[in-house]
């Protein structure tokens, strides 16, 4: 049985034990992968009120997504700029939905998608830091891939629902980042404790990869 003194003489506050576990928390939820799932089992949202729940669930269902979305609202919280990172992510996730719904081809996206994830996870676990701007631009081309499995969705939809799941796939998007964000300045106790949630979060993304390797 371990006791809790043991706990106390690794030196970590309330606050670290807190966002150990929260990592701990985000490992075991990422660690079966989960690609780009449907709501409604994959049928076209026929309305505006199916469209934007479609839009509010897939990058929930989709756990790779959803491991991209924190990472990106951590990394926004450590290395500042408001929510930068995430924003960038999300318009250009949008313009990745145009891409396919236009027919155009991206290559190998699962594979890019999970690659994000584990790259994200990465970035937050460094102790330096690539430029902000770097960052929002690795953003932006990992939310045109995210983007692009998000239009597989709503190919053939009218223009009501379609519309409605953008606005719902990108407004969940920053409302979990943003979540994320504020969480983790609250929580944090220390930066040491981002850059250990950014090992695992990469340790999902190298999860979500050998997945789309191997399978």
């Not at 669930?57 to 500042?80: E, R, S």
């Not at 318009?91 to 994830?117: D, Q, R, Y």
Request: proline residues 4%; hydrophobic residues 60%.
């Amino acid at each position: 049985m371990i006791r809790l003194q043991s706990i106390s003489a690794l030196g970590l506050s309330s606050k670290q034990m807190a966002t150990v576990g929260l990592a701990a928390a985000l490992g075991l939820l990422f660690a079966t992968p989960a690609l780009a799932h449907h709501p409604f089992g994959g049928a076209t949202p026929t309305n505006a009120i199916e469209g934007f729940l479609s839009g509010l669930g897939h990058p929930v269902i989709g756990l790779d997504h959803l491991a991209f979305v924190v990472t990106a609202g951590l990394l926004a919280a450590v290395m500042g700029r408001g929510l930068l990172i995430p924003a960038a992510f999300v318009v250009a996730s949008l313009g990745g939905t145009g891409l396919h719904l236009a027919g155009a081809n991206l290559p190998a996206p699962e594979f890019c998608i999970s690659a994000s994830v584990l790259i994200f996870g990465g970035l937050l676990a460094m102790k330096q830091r690539p430029q902000d701007w770097l960052v929002v631009a690795l953003a932006a081309v990992a939310g045109m891939f995210h983007g692009y499995a998000y239009g597989e969705a709503v190919i053939g939809a009218e223009m009501a629902p379609l519309f409605a799941y953008l606005l719902g796939f990108a407004s969940i998007q920053l409302a979990i980042a943003a979540a994320a964000c504020t969480g983790a300045k609250r929580l944090a106790a220390g930066e040491i404790n981002l850059r250990f949630a950014g090992f695992t979060l990469a340790g999902a993304g190298a999860a979500f990869l050998s997945s789309v390797v191997l399978g």
